[in-house]
């Protein structure tokens, strides 16, 4: 099993910034990736970011050059970097990691709490 806890969320003004941290705790020997992702109230949750096993990153085009994802190793940490922001990147952000265990079954995600941010314009 593995645990995720979300922080640092809140609310800021168009152009500010926020970090959001997700540390994990528990069997995460079997990494595989960290995910951040983002859902307004009536609409799909949404991948924001993610970083690879082997440090790899990829984004939504919508957060390009605005946010940086990245991982501490030694705290079992990914943070979400969050600059430039922007009215419309008010969203719960979950983070989501995958996990493997073994070649007999298949990977499992698990899922932070969520955390509020709200950009006002």
């Known amino acids: 099993q593995v645990q995720l806890v979300e922080s640092g969320g809140g609310s800021v003004q168009a152009g500010g910034s926020l970090r959001l941290s997700c540390a994990a705790s528990?069997?995460?020997?079997?990494?595989?990736?960290m995910a951040w992702l983002r859902q307004v109230p009536g609409e799909q949750r949404e991948l924001v970011a993610i970083i690879t096993n082997d440090g790899s990153t990829d984004y939504a085009d919508s957060v390009k050059g605005r946010f940086t994802i990245s991982r501490d190793n030694a705290k079992n940490t990914v943070y979400l970097q969050m600059d430039s922001l922007k009215h419309e990147d008010t969203a719960v952000y979950y983070c989501?990691?995958?996990?493997?265990?073994?070649?007999?079954?298949?990977?499992?995600?698990?899922w932070g709490q969520g955390t509020q941010v709200t950009v006002s314009s």
């Open positions: 528990g069997s995460t020997s079997g990494f595989i990736d």
């Open positions: 989501r990691t995958q996990i493997g265990y073994d070649i007999f079954s298949p990977p499992r995600y698990y």
